[in-house]
Structures are given as C-alpha cells and as structure tokens.
C-alpha cells in the first residue's frame, strides 16, 4: 500500500472520529461561540514501531499521517518512535491522551494488547490499531488489501517454477500473514492447479 493510499485511509478513519467528537458534546457547551468552537484543536497521536527513516513500514505511515495534516485544516498530530511492544506502548498511549489526543493510531500489531487496556479506560477518544485484531465501540483495526498483491505474487512463482517447489517465508502466525500466505497459495495454484504437493505449513 502506498503512503498515499494510507494517508487517504487514515483521512476517512480520522474524518469519521471528527464527526464523532463534533456531534457529540454536553448541552453545557451549547452556550460556546461558534468560532471558538470550531478553532479548538483536534489532535491525532501516532505511536510507531520504528522511525520514519526506515524508508519502509514506518515511513509509509508518517507519510501518510502529513498527507492527513495537509487534507484537514486545524488538525495537528504528535509522533513518538521507536516504541517497544508491551506495557511500554501502554504508557505512551496513555501519554497522547493526557497530551490531550483526540484519536491514537498504532502502526504495529504486538500494540493491540496495550491499545484495547487504554481504550477502556478513556471511552471518549477513539484508537485505530494497524493489522489488529481487537476491536470496541471507541476502537477499531486498519489495513490494506495487500493480499491482492501476495495472490499476483503467487502468480507469478507458479509461472516461473520449474521444480513445482515453492517455498514463503513469513512472520508470525497472525492474521495479516495468514491471509498472506493463503492469497499467496491461491495464486501459485490458480496457475499450476494439480502440480504442486500439498501445502505444508512451516512454523
């Protein structure tokens, strides 16, 4: 996924939270200037695994986040790096909130344990989770159709074996592999359908 497409992703996802916060509210902010209202601060909190100078996983989503600061007006996000998996990420979620974040997004899955601990405790901001599993009313997963590319990928392994012995490596066994490694299967068989040994999985 290019970091446009994520940037437009994130804008959708973000967009939604925006109205959410904008609809919501007690009737004790009613007596609020309208203009005042509408200059308050929406901020966005981004925790990454690596650093945006990866030029890979990390980069594509802090593009994506500029491309978000670029498409709404009065948004402003705050970044931290580096972020291990585990209680660390809990504490810097609980930081962006406390830094006053309307929306947290996390870009790894390990965060998902962490992010669902903190979405509990503050209900009225909203969490996206990259490649997740759990989900809530004030929680919710992202991720891109890449299994459409792993599907041509297998494709094109089936068409180029000669040996009809194909091997994938991969990560861990979460369902973003998962699904990898099946749309990768289903494009090596779409070509070489009946040629192949049956799959087997190695941990």
């Known amino acids: 996924m ?14 939604a939270a925006t ?11 009613d007596s609020q200037a309208p203009d ?44 931290l790096e580096n972020v291990s998996e585990g209680a660390d990420a809990e504490r810097y979620m609980e930081q962006l909130v406390q830094e006053g974040c309307n929306v947290v997004v996390a870009n790894s899955f390990g965060y998902g344990d962490p992010m669902m601990e903190v979405a509990k405790r503050y ?4 969490f996206l989770h990259c490649s997740g ?23 094109v392994a089936g068409a180029m074996t ?10 861990y066994p979460i369902p973003e592999v998962i699904r990898g490694i099946n749309a990768f299967t289903l494009g090596v068989q779409a070509v070489v359908l009946g040629q192949l040994p049956p799959e087997k999985a190695v941990p």
């Open 36 to 79: 005042q209202a509408q200059q308050e601060e929406f901020k966005v909190g981004f925790i990454y695994i690596g650093a945006p100078g990866d030029a890979g996983w990390t980069f594509a989503h802090d593009e994506g986040r500029k491309y978000l600061e670029e498409q709404i007006p009065g948004i402003t996000t705050v970044t």
């Open 123 to 126: 209900p009225d901001v909203t």
């Open 2 to 15: 290019s970091w446009r497409k994520l940037g437009v992703l994130l804008l959708v996802l973000i967009f």
């Open 162 to 171: 000669q040996a009809n012995k194909i091997g994938y490596a991969a990560a």
């Open 19 to 29: 109205m959410v916060v904008g609809c919501g509210g007690s009737q004790d902010n």
């Open 133 to 155: 599993l759990n989900t809530a009313d004030n929680l919710s997963t992202y991720f891109g159709r890449i299994y459409q590319a792993r599907y041509l990928s297998g494709m």
